[in-house]
């Protein structure tokens, strides 16, 4: 899956930027801390914009309003599958 990702940042001219997905399992009542321990792990990448990261499938915007810089219109965080106005 990363490599589909790295190959689709190069196609769209984007050189320095390559891609995968996280996979985090949690049961329903630890769903927020594991979140927020995500959150903490990468800040330290997020803060020198050496990573991205995004809502998707099992996910929600506000699970990353821990991040640095987290802005709820970004791209990065629209809801998978939320109705554009």
Known sequence: MHAFFSCRAARDHIPELGGAKAVLLAEPENRAATMAHYCQ???????????????????????FTLLPDYRSDSVMHQEVGAASS
């Open 41 to 63: 792990e990468i800040t330290p990448l997020v803060e020198k914009g050496a990573f991205l990261t995004a809502s998707d499938q099992g996910t929600h915007t506000q699970d």
